[in-house]
């Protein structure tokens, strides 16, 4: 393991574009200590402001990219989330015509929320803290904003994204160039009306490279399951793919024909909302370890 680099929040950018310059270089099994804005840029402080007021071109700042030596394209970048610190105040906004319910979300409107230890406080209400990463993408020949999710991570709004996870994502260019930022102290799945407790704060994690290993899509691993992560326009779409790799997977890593996998999907993986409002929706299919091995998944994910 290598020592602890350190990438400050002024290092950001805003597309997964790989002619990005690089804000820091590491070698496989570095620490990372990233610090990151909140999702709008830290540009609104009070239930005053509005998302009226901002700068739509500083929304969804991700820090970095960082350049992994040895990281080639058609590996596995293992991202091992090992904390996430939070600073104590974050905000929630709706934004007119935006969530999942757009034709009755007419209103710029703020809430500020305070980070309380292992709560957050809204408007007298205390809920579990359940501190996230939003953003963790890399470069992608698409080259799209920060705000996007896709088959190179980005906007993935993954509760499951959080201390303790590690998140797999395919190498597309030389050193990856990784980027994570739009930090939340508690989100619910769905995202619903478009933003979570958006908050400051730092990441701690490791990076690592396994060759040869690239996913087809995101995967998240937890203690007890991995899950892939589709991304496309309209859920309806998003949800057939994430089906249909979930059959691939269990086929090619249980060696069954097409249908016996299909059925054996049917009754063991559970398919999860992650996010609805980005441009992309996010589904995830969660496969539990006891069945597949993360090791057996990966190889059967790989592009």
């Known amino acids: ?35 990151c804005l909140d999702a709008l840029g830290n540009q609104i402080t009070s239930e005053s402001q509005s998302v009226e007021g901002i700068d739509w071109n500083r929304v969804n700042p991700a820090t970095g990219p960082i350049y992994i030596e040895g990281a080639e394209k058609g590996d596995a970048l293992a991202v091992r989330i090992l904390g996430i610190e939070t600073e104590e105040r974050g905000i929630v906004v709706t934004v007119p015509n935006e969530g999942a319910l757009p034709h009755l979300a007419k209103e710029a409107r703020t809430r500020v929320c305070r980070v309380l230890g292992d709560f957050v406080e809204f408007m007298g209400f205390r809920l579990k803290a359940r501190k996230m990463i939003g953003v963790i993408g890399v470069a992608s020949p698409e080259r799209p904003p920060t705000g996007v999710p896709g088959r190179h991570g980005g906007n993935l709004d993954t509760r499951l994204i959080t201390t303790g996870a590690t998140v797999y994502l395919p190498v597309m260019f030389d050193g ?51 899950y892939l992560l589709v991304s496309l326009e309209g859920l309806e779409k998003a949800v057939q793919t994430a089906v249909e790799e979930a059959v691939k997977i269990l086929s090619r890593a249980l060696n069954l024909n097409w249908y016996d996998a299909y059925m054996l ?24 370890k006891t069945l597949v091995p993360t090791e057996r998944l990966l190889r059967a994910a790989s592009l």
């Open 265 to 288: 999907a049917s009754l063991s993986v559970d398919l999860e909302l992650s996010q609805l409002v980005d441009p992309r929706k996010t589904v995830r299919v969660r496969v539990p």
């Open 176 to 226: 990856a160039l990784l980027g994570i930022g739009d930090l939340h102290a508690v989100m619910g799945d769905g995202e619903v009306c478009v933003a979570a407790c958006e908050v400051p704060g730092r990441v701690i994690a490791e990076v690592d490279v396994i060759k040869g290993l690239a996913p087809s899509w995101p995967i998240v691993e937890t203690e007890d399951a991995c």
């Open 1 to 35: 393991m290598q020592g602890l680099v350190k990438i400050a929040s002024d290092k950001v950018f805003y597309r997964f574009d790989p002619e990005t310059p690089p804000a820091a270089s590491v070698k496989p099994r570095s620490l990372l200590e990233v610090q």
